[in-house]
Structure formats: structure tokens, C-alpha cells
T-cell receptor
Framework: AQKITQTQPGMFVQEKEAVTLDCTYDTSDQSYGLFWYKQPSSGEMIFLIYQGSYDEQNATEGRYSLNFQKARKSANLVISASQLGDSAMYFCAMRERARMDSSYKLIFGSGTRLLVRP | AAGVIQSPRHLIKEKRETATLKCYPIPRHDTVYWYQQGPGQDPQFLISFYEKMQSDKGSIPDRFSAQQFSDYHSELNMSSLELGDSALYFC?????????????FGEGSWLTVV
């Protein structure tokens, strides 16, 4: 079974600094996708960034980048120039397919709560 | 841009009552997913639909049922509510369940069972 592990329950970062949120995964699939979502205290789940297993370049979206190390099975999220509004829960997720003929769904890690200090 | 719309945003029900949550996917998205997120937990997959048919099923209680309608909106029906059903319920949509590189979530529906 596929699994996502986020080992940092909580992290602090100083405003304007960069921060890395760790994510490791376990899968036997050759083709897979990794996602990061942000969940502020209001509850909505905001899509940040996606990395496909065959993508040769690390994904970037504005201040978000994904440090994808396939051999280590890690997909860490890097947030540059942290802002106070970045304080939230961050979830790493992976596409999972239950059967060869089934559709994909997401499985989530346990999340990392990030607090940005002024 | 249009996003996934969920209603109601907040719902308070008593034990043993019934609740219905609605989800309107992003236009031209034919796949809908339902997730349940308990307090302090990560989202857990409940069920998904593709082209109005059930596509996959997760840890959805037998007391819950769901369907996708001809206009692709979906409803999650929860009966005989229990205190443990109190959670944030997400609907997500994607253009296809088979490529899965764009999955967008709604703002969620907060269900409180008292």
C-alpha cells in the first residue's frame, strides 16, 4: 500500500526566510503524482503544487517549489520569503490507485503546521 | 475562475438525524471525490464518482450514501448521525480520474453532530 510520511508536526520560520517541509512517500508504482496543499485555520484545502514522477524538472509555482528526489522518495516543499499569511497546515498527498482498472484518489500525510513569526 | 462549490458551509444536526451535503464541481470536471477530515486528522477518502457512476470507495460508513447527478453535481447523504461524524467534509473535482494531476478541493462543509 502506498504511504505518505510527514515527520514534522510543527515548524516555526521567521518572516522573509525560506522553509522546507519534509515529505517522504512509499509506492511500488512507476507512475505517480505528488501534491502539496495548504489548509489555513478557516479550513479550505488550497492546491499549491504538483510533481509527476516522470517530470524531469522540479515543479515551481511562485514562491513554492518542490524538491523532488526520486531515489530517496522524497518530495519536500520549499517556501521562499515566508509571509505571515503562510501560517497554516500543509499536507503532502499522493495519487493512489486501488486497482489496475480503477481511478486515482489522493492519500494524505499527517500534515505539518507552519507558524511564521513576524 | 470557478471553483468547487460546497453547501452548506456549516451544519449542526442532532444524533440520529440525517444530513445532506452538496457539491458542484468545477465546470467540465466530470470526477468528484468526497473526503472526511476529523479534528486534527488528515483527510480520509470516502467515495468518488466518474461520469455519474461510482468510481472508487474508501472508508465510507454504510449509513452514508452518495451519488453524482446528470449535471455532475454530487450529494453525500448521511443518516443516523453519530457524534463521531462531526468533521469537515470536502468535495474535490478533477477533469479525469485517470490522470489525476489537477484535483481541486472545495472550501468544505463543517458538520457538527450534537
Amino acid at each position: 500500500a502506498q504511504k505518505i510520511t510527514q515527520t514534522q508536526p510543527g515548524m516555526f520560520v521567521q518572516e522573509k526566510e525560506a522553509v522546507t517541509l519534509d515529505c517522504t512517500y512509499d509506492t511500488s508504482d512507476q507512475s505517480y503524482g505528488l501534491f502539496w496543499y495548504k489548509q489555513p485555520s478557516s479550513g479550505e484545502m488550497i492546491f499549491l503544487i504538483y510533481q509527476g514522477s516522470y517530470d524531469e524538472q522540479n515543479a515551481t509555482e511562485g514562491r513554492y517549489s518542490l524538491n523532488f528526489q526520486k531515489a530517496r522518495k522524497s518530495a519536500n516543499l520549499v517556501i521562499s520569503a515566508s509571509q505571515l499569511g503562510d501560517s497554516a497546515m500543509y499536507f503532502c498527498a499522493m495519487r493512489e490507485r486501488a486497482r489496475m482498472d480503477s481511478s486515482y484518489k489522493l492519500i494524505f500525510g499527517s500534515g505539518t503546521r507552519l507558524l511564521v513569526r513576524p | 475562475a470557478a471553483g468547487v462549490i460546497q453547501s452548506p458551509r456549516h451544519l449542526i444536526k442532532e444524533k440520529r438525524e440525517t444530513a445532506t451535503l452538496k457539491c458542484y464541481p468545477i465546470p467540465r470536471h466530470d470526477t468528484v471525490y468526497w473526503y472526511q477530515q476529523g479534528p486534527g486528522q488528515d483527510p480520509q477518502f470516502l467515495i468518488s464518482f466518474y461520469e455519474k457512476m461510482q468510481s472508487d470507495k474508501g472508508s465510507i460508513p454504510d449509513r452514508f450514501s452518495a451519488q453524482q447527478f446528470s449535471d455532475y453535481h454530487s450529494e453525500l447523504n448521511m443518516s443516523s448521525l453519530e457524534l463521531g461524524d462531526s468533521a469537515l467534509y470536502f468535495c474535490a473535482s478533477s477533469p479525469s480520474p485517470f490522470s489525476g494531476n489537477t484535483i481541486y478541493f472545495g472550501e468544505g462543509s463543517w458538520l457538527t453532530v450534537v
